[in-house]
């Protein structure tokens, strides 16, 4: 399918198996670098405007599944679990029993919980994942400044916005369909 504007379905299998794949395995492996793509990924979600029909919310969480993954192993081979203790981890914990709990709620829907509940849930982990992958102050510095770069490049399109106008797939006359 082409599109002007839009992307075709046999490129995005290709950017999946090409980019995707490889990157969810590292992520697993390497929770740092599975925190910079997150970030970087996060930033890059604004794209879902060009690229229509991609569920790239769903490719985040699966990233996120990935890292909590190799969290696990690597927790289960050190037997090391003092990560997760602590007030704040126990804070943390009870909001994502209390958000899973919520699948069971007679009361609410439970295409809502896979769509706003599940997401929550699977994004407060990433609290344990950064814990364990910010072990040292020179992470942290590269974790801001690679914030400040994606902020900057935020606003400055921004600012082409605002004196440009915007693209016609912003206008969402791009892609129809």
Known sequence: MDCQYGVRLSE??????????PIAFY???NLKFGVVSLLIFSYCLGFNR??????????????LGFMLLGLLVDKWRKHNYAIASGPMSYIVWLWIIYN???????MASRQVWIYVIRGIALLMMFYFI??????NLKFIRTIINIWLVLTLIG???????????LTQAEKGLGCQR
């Open 27 to 29: 992520s697993m492996i």
């Open 100 to 106: 899973m709990l919520e699948f069971f709620n007679p």
């Open 12 to 21: 995005i299998i290709f950017l999946v198996v090409i980019l995707g794949v």
């Open 130 to 135: 950064v814990l364990h992958a910010a072990d």
């Open 50 to 63: 060009f690229i229509k029909d991609v569920p790239l919310g769903v490719a985040m969480d699966i990233l």
């Open 155 to 165: 606003a400055l399109y921004g600012l082409f916005q605002e004196f440009h106008g």
